[in-house]
């Protein structure tokens, strides 16, 4: 990865993109840091402070913006939900898979329609913050009638903008810059809490302790981290590759194609997607029982149950039945996993085409039996890649519980975007390189 770097930093083209990449990154960061005027920050952190499943959700989008009730404190997070609902329904409705076989014109319709659901989504969202928050004590002693409607107003259009710049920062990062822009924002976003979740280890495992436990500690860490890094870079990089046969045909007096293809079928073929589907509605009882004052004691069993800081805590406060939250959690993870792809790959389109281009799984009849083929061996990848997810995501839940410490943003679902970027990030760079190397050559 760094010899990548270096080398990249010596070529004119691929540097310009490298910094306009890293001014970018540097004005998401210090929007971070700007809190909304006229609010207290210390409000939020007190909520936050109380509820584990919304510091885990917005604090991870948010890179901790919000916490400060910064001007970015929604982040990326209303972009990616607006992605992906537009990504189902354009699987859902023929109006809109029409759009996207259109090619670059109909690209740019469907960005329009998520760019405008994320304005949507980033008003609602703000909105409900604004107003939750006020009633909490956000903005102190400007709250009362005659203000609440300005107040939540100008923080919903200053939230709603600073959600609109993360997106138009994110699109000018994959026009000019490299990787895709989005996902390298909500990476920077989880890299920038990385340094307080060492200290926060730090203080839980290796202060006031003797040398020789300590360094164990840290040797311990260490190892976990690394673990959990190449684990998740197996899972990502795994690909099951079907081989193709293509048949020779007869175009004009020559004989051509008889190559030999594949099909690469990802062992985690969802990607992050179950997890974030999953997490978020499991947390959405916890976010509403922070904004509301529901006591109801069936409410608040489900409420606890699905509460992620509850599942692992094995202590006097323990309830049998909150042993239900992980197992949903995992089944939620699978069913995602199987709904998703589910989606993003047809094997019927697949078998279809294989067949009128003259293509031939080896062992395989065409038609039919190819696309019952490649549905099993879908089924079977599926069904690896979310016991892999499962694991990933339960493991940081599992050390929150056992050892009394906050879910850090190098576990779960963070490590799996981490990872995923940096490792599409240097793919691209070395694209880009090797596109400048073919350029130069045909030009000698």
Not at 285 to 312: A, C, E, H, K, M
Request: glycine content about 10%; proline content about 4%; charged content about 15%.
């Amino acid at each position: 990865m760094f010899k990548t770097l270096r080398n990249a930093f010596k070529v004119k083209d691929v540097r310009k993109k490298l910094w306009f990449t890293l001014m970018m990154l540097f004005v998401v960061r210090l929007g971070c840091q700007i809190p909304i005027p006229g609010t207290d920050s210390s409000i939020i952190k007190g909520i936050v402070g109380q509820n584990d499943t919304v510091a885990g959700i917005l604090g991870m989008m948010s890179g901790g913006s919000f916490e400060n009730f910064a001007i970015f404190a929604l982040g990326i997070g209303p972009y990616i939900t607006a992605s992906i609902i537009i990504q189902l329904l354009t699987a859902a409705f023929p109006a809109l898979e029409e759009m996207q076989k259109e090619g670059e014109e109909g690209r740019k319709k469907l960005q329009s329609l998520t760019r405008y659901m994320t304005i949507a989504l980033s008003v609602l969202q703000g909105g409900f913050l604004s107003f939750s928050m006020g009633q909490q004590g956000l903005f102190g002693d400007a709250w009362k009638p005659g203000n609440k409607f300005w107040l939540v107003f100008s923080a919903t259009v200053i939230l709603t903008a600073g959600g609109a710049c993360l997106m138009w920062i994110g699109e000018r990062i994959t026009e000019r810059g490299v990787g895709n822009g989005i996902s390298v924002v909500l990476t920077i976003n989880i890299l920038a809490r990385i340094p307080s979740d060492f200290a926060a280890l730090g203080e839980r495992f290796v202060a006031n302790k003797k040398p020789l436990p300590a360094m164990l500690a840290i040797l311990i860490i260490a190892a976990i981290i690394i673990a959990m890094v190449v684990f998740v870079i197996y899972l990502q990089d795994g690909v099951r590759k079907i081989p193709v046969q293509y048949s020779k045909k007869v175009q004009g007096n020559k004989l051509v194609g008889g190559q030999k293809s594949h099909i690469p079928l990802k062992v985690n073929t969802a990607g992050v997607i179950p997890v974030i589907f999953a997490s978020t509605i499991l947390s959405l009882p916890s976010i509403i029982n922070s904004y509301t004052t529901i006591n109801n004691g069936v409410w608040r069993g489900i409420v606890d149950t699905l509460s992620q800081g509850n599942w692992f805590h094995f202590g006097a406060s323990y309830k049998w039945y909150y042993v239900f939250g992980p197992i949903l959690y995992v089944l939620m993870v699978f069913g995602f996993s199987y709904f998703y792809t589910s989606f993003t790959f047809n094997p019927t389109e697949v078998a279809t085409n294989i067949k009128k281009n003259g293509g031939l799984i080896p062992s395989v009849r065409a038609g039919s039996y190819t696309e019952e083929y490649l549905k099993n061996i879908l089924k079977y990848l599926i069904f690896i890649g979310a016991i892999g997810l499962s694991i990933v995501a339960l493991a940081p839940i599992v050390a929150s519980g056992l050892f009394g410490i906050a879910q850090v943003s190098f576990g779960g679902t963070s490590i799996i975007i981490i990872v995923s970027v940096v490792l599409e990030t240097i793919k691209a760079v070395e694209s880009q390189m090797m596109n400048r190397n073919y350029k130069g050559f045909l030009n000698k």
